[in-house]
Nanobody, 124 residues
Framework: VQLQASGGGWVQAGDSLRLACAAS????????VGWFRQAPGKEREFVAA????????YYSDSVKGRFTISRDNAKNTVYLQMNSLKPEDTAVYYC??????????????????WGQGTQVTVSS
């Protein structure tokens, strides 16, 4: 499975961005895709995840109500719609895919395939 993240950019606080994660390869082998982010000097943190079959979604408290994760199975693409962006959302955003039954959706260790990351910068 190969993942390609895109859609990052530079925006002002309050603006919106939509990230996309396009998957290729044996996409039928994984059961969920997640988004994580890492700001300079900080650890990588969970942002959101979506199960591939049922579409169940998971969000961190810091983005709940502002970000929406969705999927397009026909295009093998997962989106992260980010609204009301804040300067603290500035980070490199990574998408990742996991196999079934590999642990919590919230833990990066449960994901085996990772995209290259896309930079999101939010200015105040």
């Amino acid at each position: 499975v190969q993942l390609q993240a895109s859609g990052g950019g530079w925006v002002q606080a309050g603006d919106s961005l939509r990230l996309a994660c396009a998957a290729s390869g044996r996409t039928s082998s994984y059961d969920a895709v997640g988004w994580f982010r890492q700001a300079p000097g900080k650890e990588r943190e969970f942002v959101a995840a979506i199960s591939w079959s049922g579409g169940t979604t998971y969000y961190s408290d810091s983005v709940k109500g502002r970000f929406t994760i969705s999927r397009d199975n026909a295009k093998n693409t997962v989106y992260l719609q980010m609204n009301s962006l804040k300067p603290e959302d500035t980070a490199v955003y990574y998408c990742a895919a996991r196999y079934p039954n590999t642990g919590s959706f919230f833990r990066s260790s449960a994901y085996i395939y990772w995209g290259q990351g896309t930079q999101v910068t939010v200015s105040s």
